[in-house]
C-alpha cells in the first residue's frame, strides 16, 4: 500500500469511527424526542455507516498492487463502492418518505424536543468538519470512494441544517401556544426526496468512472503541465487519453518527435516527459508514451534547428485540451508539399 493509498484508507476509518458515534447520536435523540424528521437523519446516518464500511474495504483493495488477473490495479473497486454506497442512499430516502406519509396519517406526540435538538447540532457540526476534510484529501488524492463518503457526511449536515431549522420552528411555536407540529412529517418529506436526488447523483458519477468518461478538470491539468514544460523536441502531442484507477491515473499520449532521432534520445525525451508529469500528479502515475516521426507539414511548427528542414519555422502548435484529445496528427495552417528533387 503506497502513500497516497494508505493516507485514504486511514481516514476513511476515522469517517466510520465519527459517523457511527453520530449514529447512536441521532437515535438516541430520536427515541427521547419521537420526531420523524431527526428519525430522517437517523436513517441517513446509518447508510453513512454501512456505506462507509464498504469504502474502507474499498479503498483497501484498491491499494493491492496490480497482478496478472488485475494489470491496471485494483481501483475500480471503489467504483463499484460508490455505485452501491448511491443506491443505499437512494433508498434511504424513499424509507425517510414512507415513514413521513406514515406520520402524517397516524401523527405522533413529540416529547423533549430541546434535548433533541441539541444532539442534532452537534452531531451536524461534527459530520460538516469531518466530511470537508474527507472531500478535500479524496479530490487531493484521486479517491472516489473517499469523496463520496466525505459527500456524504456533507449531505447529512445540509439534511441535519434543515432538519434543525424545521423544529426549531416547531418547538418556538410550542413555546407560545401554537401547534406546528405538522411541520415534523413536512420536514422529512422534503428532506427525503433531497437524499434520493444525492443518491441518484453518487450512482451518475459512479457509472460516468465506470464508462471511463472523460475527466474535464485533469485533461486540462495535464496539458497545462504539458505545456509547461514543453520540449523542443515535443513538436507536437495527440491523442491524449487519461484514465482512473482509484488514486492511480493511467495517461497514455502519442508525441510527434524529430524523424532522424536516435532511440537513446527518445528514452531521453521519455524520461523527461514522465518527469513533468510525476512533478504534476505525483507518483501514483502510469504514463505510456507512444513516439511519432514528424511528417512533411511538421517542419513549421517546428522550431529545432534539423538538417532535413523543407520550411520555414511559423509558430509552434498552441496545445489545449479538444486539441490533444484528437486521434491525428495536426496540421493547420500552411501544408508543405515535399518532393524528391531527382523526379521530374
Request: net charge negative; with cysteine; charged share 20%.
Amino acid at each position: 500500500m503506497n502513500d497516497v493509498s494508505s493516507e485514504n484508507y486511514n481516514f476513511q476509518k476515522i469517517v466510520v469511527i465519527v459517523g457511527a458515534s453520530l449514529l447512536v447520536m441521532k437515535f438516541a435523540a430520536y427515541f427521547i424526542t419521537n420526531s420523524v424528521a431527526i428519525f430522517t437523519d437517523a436513517v441517513e446516518s446509518i447508510v453513512n455507516v454501512v456505506a462507509g464500511v464498504i469504502g474502507l474495504y474499498a479503498l483497501y483493495l484498491s491499494a493491492q498492487p496490480a497482478d496478472r488477473s488485475h494489470p491496471f490495479g485494483h481501483g475500480r473497486v471503489e467504483l463499484i463502492s460508490a455505485t452501491v454506497e448511491g443506491a443505499m442512499i437512494a433508498v434511504a430516502g424513499v424509507l425517510i418518505i414512507l415513514e413521513a406519509v406514515n406520520d402524517l396519517m397516524n401523527p405522533k406526540e413529540i416529547s423533549s424536543l430541546d434535548i433533541g435538538l441539541l444532539l442534532i447540532i452537534l452531531a451536524a457540526g461534527v459530520n460538516f468538519v469531518v466530511g470537508t476534510a474527507a472531500v478535500r484529501k479524496g479530490k487531493k488524492n484521486r479517491s472516489m470512494a473517499l469523496e463520496a463518503s466525505g459527500r456524504h457526511l456533507r449531505t447529512d449536515t445540509v439534511s441535519s441544517a434543515g432538519i434543525i431549522i424545521g423544529l426549531t420552528i416547531v418547538y418556538l411555536g410550542a413555546r407560545s401556544g401554537y401547534d406546528l407540529y405538522i411541520l415534523d412529517p413536512i420536514i422529512a418529506l422534503v428532506f427525503g426526496a433531497l437524499i434520493m436526488i444525492t443518491g441518484a447523483r453518487v450512482i451518475k458519477k459512479a457509472m460516468d468512472g465506470i464508462m471511463d468518461k472523460a475527466d474535464a478538470e485533469i485533461l486540462e491539468k495535464a496539458v497545462v503541465c504539458l505545456s509547461e514544460h514543453r520540449s523542443e523536441a515535443w513538436i507536437d502531442i495527440h491523442n491524449l487519453r487519461v484514465i482512473k484507477y482509484g488514486s492511480k491515473l493511467h495517461i497514455e499520449m502519442h508525441v510527434t518527435m524529430p524523424f532522424d532521432m536516435t532511440i537513446s534520445q527518445m528514452e531521453e525525451e521519455n524520461s523527461r516527459l514522465h518527469g513533468s508529469v510525476g512533478s504534476t500528479f505525483g507518483g501514483s502515475v502510469d504514463l505510456i508514451m507512444m513516439p511519432e516521426p514528424c511528417k512533411e507539414f511538421s517542419c513549421i511548427h517546428c522550431s529545432r534547428d534539423c538538417r532535413a528542414r523543407r520550411a520555414e519555422f511559423i509558430e509552434r502548435i498552441n496545445w489545449n485540451v479538444d486539441l490533444l484529445a484528437q486521434e491525428h496528427q495536426h496540421a493547420y495552417g500552411n501544408h508543405v508539399v515535399i518532393r524528391d528533387p531527382g523526379k521530374r
